[in-house]
């Protein structure tokens, strides 16, 4: 397997612009996490999700972040309008609910800055 | 909700010392403990996990503790090599309901040659 896809790796935009960021998760996972690091905050949750359908969203900072999981390969986490707080590593994760394994397997994350 | 502490931030030692990080939690039901480690550009991988049922669990060089009542757990690496150094989180989860995970703040491992 491929392992979890993210894409792009790395994002410059200038301050308002609109940013999508995309995750292609491990076939047959049923869990995808969307999470943010910086060195001030570490690693923050921000949302996950299960079957498609989002549980807990808690982690989300402000109404400019949402995500979405249309399907089981597919999910996308967009920033609008960005702002320079925002530069930080997305990383998408993916699990399968098994009682033998909760491991969280993590993309590579994508570099956003925001200038 | 969950609050995971992590200490120390930072850790060097000498090529064949052990190393030990510990963390702490919040939340009395989470019952799932994984440790992750972060190589430089890449995402975090686990490398060892314990569950709240069991107090110890080892694989090879890295063993893992949990001390339930004090809300404890710690990892240890012996005979550490060059490549173990990296970032080490620590984490706690309820895996019941869903499997938000909180993440503590990570500890640098330097490993000195």
């Known amino acids: 397997d491929a392992g979890v896809i993210q894409s792009p790796r790395h994002e410059v935009t200038e301050m308002g612009q609109e940013v999508t960021l995309r995750c292609k998760p491990i076939?047959?996972?049923?869990?995808l996490f969307w999470y943010r690091q910086t060195m001030m905050r570490g690693l923050e949750l921000l949302i996950y999700f299960n079957n498609n359908v989002p549980i807990d969203d808690s982690g989300m900072p402000e109404d400019r972040f949402s995500a979405k999981m249309p399907n089981a390969s597919f999910s996308t986490l967009k920033i609008q309008p960005s702002e320079p707080r925002d530069s930080a590593v997305y990383f998408c994760?993916?699990?399968?609910?098994?009682?033998?394994?909760?491991?969280?397997?993590f993309g590579p994350g994508t570099r956003l800055t925001v200038t | 909700g969950e609050n995971v502490e992590q200490h120390p931030s930072t850790l060097s030692v000498q090529e064949g010392d052990s190393a030990v990080i510990k963390c702490t939690y919040s939340d009395s039901a989470s019952n799932y403990f994984p440790w992750y480690k972060q190589e430089l550009g890449k995402g975090p991988q686990l490398i060892i996990d314990i569950r709240s049922n069991v107090g110890e669990k080892k694989d090879q060089r890295i063993a893992v503790t949990l001390n339930k009542t004090a809300k404890h757990f710690s990892l240890h690496i012996t005979e550490t090599q060059p490549e173990d150094s990296a970032v080490y989180f620590c984490a706690a989860s309820l895996s019941r309901g869903g499997f938000k995970t909180i993440f503590g703040a990570g500890t640098r491992l330097f490993v000195k040659a």
């Open positions: 076939s047959g996972h049923d869990y």
């Open positions: 994760a993916s699990s399968r609910n098994s009682y033998r394994s909760y491991e969280q397997y």
